[in-house]
């Protein structure tokens, strides 16, 4: 398996772009809104982008979808839950010794600390990676997700390949990701369900001793939180 099939583009400001993600998990759905179409409309194309494009046109059309709604949810995900606040529990903790100790007894409350409610009933297990431990997560049933601090699950995390995979060869896994542990790092690979769902709190790289939380937080990237990257230095760090 090659590591493409693992990258996925970010999440735009935009009602587009959140339907794309969405129909990503849900093929059956769009499916279905195909063959629901009467002759006056042509059939969505295959392509993933225009079929997101016409999927969204024809709800609105028939005002099945409130684009104010859509723009309001995309807001939510965007701006409210998501990747952003899985980096302020990261920066936190590397800033805070007293926060991380709670966060890695009982990160569901720690969590809640500053703000970030689950709207899914599940609790959080929050696992450190050290030098010489490497946690990465997987839900190998589905895509259990905890989404209020990572946001919209990726394409590749609920791919088969990457379910299957993380669990047989974990290590070619996160080397496709372009992470290449050396062997005394013992990885542990956490399978994530509704009841429980992990995050991941990465290694604070060198040279970050200057950075304040928030400057902290700007480097920590969704991956790193999964566990299948490091977090890299303000002047190394790709753009996600």
Known sequence: MN????????????????????????????????????HQHQLVPSDISLRVKSLESLLVE???????????????????????????????????????????????AAIAELGFLSTQGEHTLAVENTPKVHNMVVCTLCSCYPWTILGLPPVWYKSYAYRARAVIDPRGVLKEFGLELPEYVELRVWDSTAELRYLVLPERPLGTEHLDETALAALVTRNAMVGVEKVKPAQTKEAQ
């Open 3 to 38: 590591a493409p099939q693992y990258r996925e583009v970010g999440l735009e400001s935009s009602r587009r772009s959140f339907l794309t993600a969405m129909s990503a998990s849900i093929p059956a759905a769009a499916g279905a809104a195909e063959q629901s179409q009467d």
């Open 62 to 108: 028939k005002g099945l979808v409130d684009p104010a709604a859509l723009d309001a949810l995309v807001d939510t995900y965007e701006n409210k839950v998501g990747p952003r606040n899985g980096a302020k529990i990261v920066a936190r903790a590397w800033t805070d010794a007293a926060y991380k100790q709670r966060l890695l007894t009982d990160a569901s």
